[in-house]
């Protein structure tokens, strides 16, 4: 998503939205306390992310009990963003950083599905330097979509094993098509 923001897309990070949608105060907290218990609330009333993922990365249900109270808000937000943008710019391009669009079933909103793909021996270890722990990454990535069933739905797939160059011109052959198809005039 960074590196098409770089060429001029206006990008849209659906993990942020989420953090957003579950601060104090906003209606998706209530909703995940009552679901889940006081004990996924740390002491000063803020969402215990820890917690919440130990309950729902290892039991389906919880995961999708989340899931019915958190995306349709994450969604609302990403719709009145791409008005926002729509408004500003009528060609822009908007990218939406979604890792789970396809298995929220959101992926035939979409005009166009892009799936960064990469080994699940690559995307642990990203996991676990970003601070999280081995199993909790590991049940993360086990209650995702497979590989197999990302790729299917893909328009585009960026591979994502090798060095950032190759990313990066990946990225740049998409996006000379997206601008072609949308008539935008970007860099």
Sequence with gaps: AKIFQDFGAYAIDAD???REVEEPGRPAL???SEAFGRDVL?????LNRVALA???FTDPKALARLNSIVHPRIWEE???LVAIYEAQDPTGIVILDAAVLIEAGFADRMDIVIVVDVDESDQLQRLTSKGMVAEDA???IRSQLSQEE???CADFVIDNRGALD?????VKEIWDLLVLRSGAKKH
């Design 30 to 32: 209530a909703e995940i």
């Design 42 to 46: 740390h002491t000063d009333g803020t």
């Design 150 to 152: 990302r790729l299917k």
């Design 166 to 170: 190759s990313t990066s011109k990946q």
């Design 54 to 56: 130990g309950i729902v």
């Design 138 to 140: 590991r049940s993360r």
């Design 78 to 80: 990403e719709e009145r």
């Design 16 to 18: 942020q939205l989420g």
